[in-house]
């Protein structure tokens, strides 16, 4: 098959296939690297819930100079915060560098997500499948898109976004973000919609003072 992107799927745990990655986890409490402070949801106010975090893994996910990323959303009952926007401040991408690891600020009540820890595991995916334009696609090349979805891993870092429902890949300083990992909302029981996927991005230019991005859409 033409266009294999290689790439790492995330996977719960480790298997024969892949190995864990040390913290690499969705759900629970983040385990901080250094300084991290706990987002609150800009349109409510209210301490968004921690989702998951990604290290930086040399050869496989390079987020330098940042040693991990932790992303949280606002699952607040009371309000309808649009927490799929990734320009919203509904959902947060906070980038740690290396230090004294510490938390601050208020954290949400209730229970956290059940944790998990995750793998990475070699993976492979069409990439030109999963980069068809759907509104100008032929109908052949949305059935390999439909094959190339079900095919590729879920839950990845690299590779190409697995959209459920077309294209939405964020812009940050008049451009696009170039994509970093997604992550399906079950087995861990995330809040992506129904059965959806999250999607995280980072900003082409170093200078940025918001280098990552989140989104989501549900199925």
């Keep these: 098959m033409n266009g294999l992107s290689p790439l790492w799927a995330l996977i719960p745990g480790s298997s024969k296939q892949g190995t864990q990655v040390p913290l690499a986890k969705v759900g629970g409490a983040p385990e901080p690297v250094g300084p991290l402070p706990w987002p609150a949801c800009i349109a409510c106010g209210a301490p968004m819930r921690f989702l998951f975090q990604l290290p930086h893994v040399p050869e496989r996910l390079d987020l330098s100079p940042y040693a991990a990323v932790y992303v949280f959303q606002c699952e607040?009952?009371?309000?309808?915060?649009?927490?799929?926007?990734?320009?919203?401040?509904?959902?947060?991408?906070?980038?740690?560098?290396p230090g004294t690891a510490s938390v601050k600020g208020a954290r949400p009540t209730g229970l956290p997500y059940a944790e998990w820890n995750l793998g990475l595991a070699p993976a492979e995916e069409d990439t030109e499948a999963l980069s068809v334009d759907v509104n100008e696609a032929t109908d052949e090349q949305l059935a390999a898109l439909d094959r190339a979805l079900e095919e590729a891993p879920e839950s990845k870092v690299g590779g190409v976004a697995g959209w459920v429902n077309g294209d939405a890949t964020p812009e940050c300083c008049g451009e696009p973000m170039r994509f970093v990992a997604q992550l399906a909302a079950m087995p861990f029981g995330l809040a992506f919609g129904d059965n959806g996927r999250g999607y995280l991005f980072r900003c082409r230019r170093n200078v940025c003072g918001t280098p990552f991005r989140f989104t989501w859409q549900g199925a």
């Design 76 to 97: 607040n009952p009371d309000t309808a915060c649009e927490r799929w926007d990734p320009h919203s401040g509904a959902n947060a991408v906070v980038a740690v560098e």
